[in-house]
Structure formats: C-alpha cells, structure tokens
C-alpha cells in the first residue's frame, strides 16, 4: 500500500478515531444516527481491509449527497413485497450500506426459515465494500452470495462503451475463523487503480481498457477523462479485451449482475441509474442456511479442509503463498487495526473539507514519514 | 466450425438419427430406456448448439462407465434431504443427465412454492451441457443458476498444478424468444480446444495454461499429456496466469463452483472424484421464481429492453454484432437442425466402436465434401 501521492507526505488516523468522525460527517449532513454508525463501520472497514477506494475516500459524497438531499437520510428501508423465501426491499434513496445490512439480516433470517431466501433492494444507493455484508451472513451460519449494480464503466464483451458498472460479486462461507470470503469488481481493474498508478508514474496494461476505436487503450489521462465524461472510453470485465483471455465470460458475470440488481430488484441499471430521484441501484442477496443441506459442523470442516489443500497446492511462484480470498484483507485489517490506518494526502484534504463544510471537529489524522 | 480433422474427411448425421444412436447405445449398455432417451436429448442438444465437446464425442466414456458398471444405469435419483426451499438429492451414482434434470424440476418446483429454491446433488456424474437445464428452467419463468464440478484441470490463482474442475457456470432467464443463457466453462479454454488447435496446426497462447514451473506453457502436448497424466500442467481460469488480467478474480469463481459442488452438496471434489465408488461428482441449482420478484411479464419485458440496448452499444468492431450470452448456441442449433450435425472423423470413429461394441445398428452418419 502506497502511504504517499507523490506529495512526499503520508498520514495515519486510528480505526476509533476515523469512525467517529465520519460519524459526526454524516449526522451533520442529515443522516440519521444509528445509520450513520452503520454506515461508518462498512466505511472503515474498507480502509481497515486495504480496499481504499471503498473506504472514508467516498465520504465526501455520501455527504454531499445527503446535504443536497440526493440522498435521504432520514429514509427507512421497506419490505415492499415477500413471497416465502423471497423479498423486495424499497430503500427509499437513502445511505446503501443501512439499507442493504436490512436486506442482509431479512435473507439469513428468512434462509433460517425457509433454508434459502433471495432479497432484492431496489432505490437504493453505494453499498461501500461488498464482503461487509457477506462475511456478516457467514457469521450467521449462512452462505451469502452479493451484488450491486453502479454507475456504467465497463464495456460488454464485444461492446466499446460501458454499459456495466465494476459490480462486485461477493461470496461468504463460515469458518472456524474469519470467514472464506471473496469480493471482487467483475472489471480487471477500477478507474481508482488507473488514476493511483498515473499519481505513481506507473504504466496500465493493455486489455484494461477499451478505447471508442474498440482497440484497447493504456492511456490513463485519456481513459480517466473518458470514463468520467462517459465519452467512449470503458474498462474491461475481467479477461480483458476479446474472448483470448476469457473476457466473454468476464463479460457474462458482469451482465449477471446488472440483471439481478437491475430488472430483477426492480432497480435502475448502467445509464439509467443516477437520475433527478437518486441513484435507485440495485441489490441482490442469496441466502442458503448451511443447516438446510446437512450438519453445518460437517460443511464447515469440509470447507476448511478443502481450502487447506488449496493452501498446498504447489505454488507458482516458490516464494508466494497460494492465499484463498479474503485472507489478505483480513490479515491487512490485524494490521491497521493495530498501527493505524494509512490515510492518502487528497483523502485527508477531502476530510478536512468535508469538517468544513459540516462544522465538526477536524480529523486529526496524524502525519508519518511518507 | 472445422468439420474435418485434417484428415480431408467430414461427416454430417441429421438430429433424429443421432438421437436414437445414442439412446440405443445408452440402453445397450445398460441406463434405463427413459434415462437413456434424456441423456440423448442433452448430449445431441450440445452438438446442434455447437459445443462439440459436451456432445455426442462423450458418449463412449458414457457406455464405457454403464458396461463396467462405474456408472449404475438404473439408479433413481432421491430426495434424502428436504427443509423448505432447499433439497439434497442422492443421485446414486447414476448418469448425471437424469439426475441434474431431476434436481432442476425439483428446483423450479420448490421455488414456485418458496419463491426461491437451492438444490444440491452428490454422487452424480458428467452432466453434458449446462445450459440445457438452466434454459428448462426459465422456460418455467424462474431464474436458474447452476453449476458442476469435475475432474481437476484448472490451477487457482498462484498455484501451479490442477485443483479445480473446467466446471461450468450457467444462468438463464425467461424472454419472449430463447431464454437468455450464459453457459460458460470457469477456464479460458478446455483441453478440448487444446486437441483440436493441435490438430489444425494452431498454436494455444499465452496465459491458457501453466507449466508445474509456474510459468505459462505453450506446449499443446505436453500441456495435454501433462494434463491426462496430471502431471503437474494446469488449464488457467479466467483472466490468466497471475492477476494482470484479473486471474485471481476469474479463480474466485471456479472456487464457488467447487464449493458448492464439493462441501456444500456433500459430494467429493478435484482429485477426490472418480474413486472406486463411482466419480461421486456434485452439482448445485439455484432458482428463483420471478413471479416472487414482481410481475413476471414485467421483468422479462425488463430484461428484454436490457438485452436490446446492450445489442444496441457500440461495436468495438463494426463488422461483429454484440452478442449476448446464448445468442451464438441459438442460431447455430437452428442451423444444424435444418442441415445436420457436422461429426468429426474421430468422432464418427468412436460411435463406430460403440455400435461394435454393444452390437446396435451403426449411426451411418453422411460423409460430406470436407
């Protein structure tokens, strides 16, 4: 993790500390209290884990969004419609992360009920970092399976222009310990990477990208431009550019997720979300209770032991473990939890901003050698 | 598609033909005629879809396993466990194309009674195509998602022998038309692909597979040979060798295809498969009824808008229409319906050996000008 944005200065902010604040950032922008904690800890997590562009960088327009009432943050979550394990959440425009931890709870509750329960949210908003909700679920004794829907950025296998969100699909499977979750964008890469990596001086690879031209571009400055104006430029499902390296199917992963947060919940989906009435994004959760399918102590060590053989197997490169999801975001939250949390210069302006704006108490994010 | 082996022969066999050459070798060898007359439907579904090596190239294993009785062609599969919309089926170490058929009705079934069903099923065997059962079920207005595991080809990020099968994921959706199905193995290519790009001369790329030295090899026989003997030569997942092109992300996948196959359907995984008791294979069907979503007519109108603004983007190239998942089966299938199955030399060499063996009438497919 890169502590420095080339500015030669570098800062750390506690776990307690930042979640306060950004507490008090939404409560003064309007959102409601018990949603702001909630909203704070998915939030921090992400910066906990390593996944900083899903962690306190996205605040300042969460509270922008509330303060110029794009987002509802007096909006409560409403089960709109159920049908035995199945149910529709109307988020009411307000925070995502309340909302989809609703929908959350309602699957492991109804996958209790019914061994598997399916919950769409629809008018909803940014959820923050996927597995958040998943691994909560697999603490639960559930298998969970997540996505959400966003803003178009991606192109579709054989498309040059982004009709896909970076979606995340996550999964989660209780453990012994922390449990077997994977979350990851259905892009290659986010737009976040490119703009890092161009701070850095480093280059993008080809097959992230597609250019209007429908060959693949490693021009950041332009891809970044493009992405942000929606002007031909898209990022590319993972396999990249073309069925060489599996993009078809890339692609297919990514269009699932767009059908179940997009016509299935009943939500907006690439183009269409973001409008004069909210985001309205989507969500979709699936819950089966390990219980259901047979003695849940049994699937555990089942799981446990096959993700030991996994760890066995015989590495590609001598020196680097074979790691199975999660396990280096868990390890990257030990640490943080336990030296701080690295806080980039443009984050800390923008935090500093934001207490600006609400009149809270600054930050206090403490300065390092970069 | 090549309709010759290089060997300047081709051959051309009509659907119905085909069909009854395969239930009366599956009967031969000892499935019962009903289970025979379903295997035959999904087999021949694979060859007029185009997917050759989920067709009728499989059946000799098939006849092979029902003669030496690795595969019981009269198990029934059974329902041993059942909690609301969540069902386990013991398939007996039958042949997997009525067992699979079972649990998706079973499926969609339970899912029109809860909104949403989980079905698993363990001791199973090779299924043929995935998308013949996912395409059933959204002919009965639900979405279906479904997955198998197999025999290990495939490397996990950072490891560098095989420990995941090429397993297939597929989902599909009610439309007006075809339902709208992704079918799609978790690696970039089969070992299928590998024979016959040897075959013609062409060469695999980069990233496909990986060496027991870590590195991508490139070496069709040696992958291949490495491969059949497991050898310590990989098929790579989506994505590639590494994480440049979102491997790791692509592996993510082929792991819940395992999991859910393996532990969480009680049935055994990767080199654990094919033991002396039978390849105890597993399989997991999810299905969601749409009617529990919403209006049904609603949602697939929804769908269909989606499917026709994302034909509608613009074309990386001009001259190739963007496709959605499925699309290329459909149109291949009427084709081959119309003018006949394309067989390749092998092929039609295998049947042969078959009608020698178990004393039915041989296929007589048509030889063709190559």
């Keep these: 993790m890169d502590r420095s944005d080339g500015t030669g200065r570098a800062f750390v902010a506690g776990r307690k500390n930042l979640t306060e604040f950004v507490v008090e950032a939404l409560v003064s922008a309007g959102a409601d209290a018990a949603d702001a904690a909630l909203t704070a800890d998915v939030l921090v997590a992400a910066d906990l884990a390593g996944v900083d562009s899903h962690g306190v960088a996205r605040l300042?327009?969460?509270?922008?969004?509330?303060?110029?009432?794009?987002?509802?943050?007096?909006?409560?979550?409403?089960?709109?419609?159920?049908?035995?394990?199945?149910?529709?959440?109307d988020a009411g425009n307000g925070l995502g992360q309340p909302a989809l931890c609703f929908a959350v709870d309602l699957a492991v509750?109804?996958?209790?009920?019914h061994g598997v329960a399916a919950v769409a949210v629809r008018r909803s908003n940014h959820i923050g970092i996927a597995g958040w909700y998943t691994e909560r679920a697999a603490r639960s004794g559930t298998l969970a399976l997540l996505t959400t829907n966003a803003t178009p950025q991606v192109a579709p296998a054989g498309a040059a222009e982004p009709m896909f969100g970076t979606d995340p699909v996550s999964y989660a499977l209780p453990t012994a310990g922390e449990p077997l979750c994977y979350d990851a964008a259905t892009s290659i890469v986010p737009r976040g990477k490119l703009e890092r990596l161009h701070r850095e001086g480093k280059p993008m690879l080809a097959g992230w990208a597609v250019g209007p031209d429908g060959a693949t571009s490693t021009d950041i400055p332009r891809v970044v431009a493009g992405l942000k104006a929606r002007e031909g430029y898209a990022l590319l499902p993972v396999g990249g550019l073309g069925e060489e390296r599996g993009g078809h199917k890339g692609s297919g992963i990514g269009l699932?997720?767009?059908?179940?947060?997009?016509?299935?919940?009943?939500?907006?989906?690439?183009?269409?979300?973001?409008?004069?009435?909210?985001?309205?994004?989507?969500?979709?959760?699936?819950?089966?209770?390990?219980?259901?399918?047979?003695?849940?102590?049994?699937?555990?060590?089942?799981?446990?032991?096959?993700?030991?053989?996994?760890?066995?197997?015989?590495?590609?490169?001598?020196?680097?473990?074979?790691?199975?999801?999660?396990?280096?975001?868990?390890?990257?939250?030990?640490?943080?939890?336990?030296?701080?949390?690295?806080?980039?210069?443009?984050?800390?302006?923008?935090?500093?901003?934001?207490?600006?704006?609400?009149?809270?108490?600054?930050?206090?994010?403490?300065?390092?050698?970069?």
């Design 60 to 89: 300042r327009r969460y509270v922008e969004g509330l303060r110029n009432r794009t987002i509802n943050g007096r909006a409560r979550p409403r089960v709109v419609r159920e049908t035995g394990g199945v149910s529709v959440v």
């Design 256 to 370: 699932l997720a767009e059908l179940l947060c997009g016509p299935l919940a009943g939500a907006s989906w690439s183009r269409h979300t973001y409008g004069p009435q909210g985001a309205d994004l989507g969500q979709f959760v699936l819950c089966v209770d390990l219980a259901a399918l047979g003695d849940a102590g049994s699937i555990t060590r089942d799981v446990e032991a096959m993700a030991e053989e996994i760890r066995g197997a015989q590495r590609a490169d001598e020196e680097v473990p074979v790691r199975l999801p999660g396990e280096r975001r868990h390890r990257c939250a030990e640490e943080r939890s336990e030296h701080g949390i690295p806080l980039l210069p443009p984050v800390v302006r923008d935090l500093g901003r934001i207490a600006e704006l609400t009149g809270i108490k600054p930050l206090g994010a403490r300065e390092v050698p970069a």
């Design 109 to 113: 509750e109804r996958a209790k009920e």
